[in-house]
């Protein structure tokens, strides 16, 4: 097999935990669990763990902006 017929796959990441979400806006960790208690910030449950979807983080984002921009 020649080395052109390898494939790599590079996984797409669609959930983030908290700590990478607080990373991504700049705000802290407590912020994005108080984001998603009051409703602002849609996340999922995988067993015990919390993930935020990264459409989340992109409709919250652009929520932001809309608003700011009325």
């Known amino acids: 097999m020649e080395d052109k017929d390898r494939r790599v796959t590079v996984p797409v990441t669609f959930l983030l935990t908290a700590e990478e979400t607080a990373q991504a806006l700049r705000i802290s960790r ?23 979807p990264v459409a989340a983080i992109e409709r919250y984002v652009a929520g932001l902006t809309d608003s700011t921009a009325a």
Do not use: H
Request: aromatic residues 4%.
């Open 30 to 52: 407590t912020s994005v669990y108080e984001l998603i208690r009051t409703g602002q910030l849609a996340s999922v449950r995988i067993g015990r763990r919390r993930r935020i």
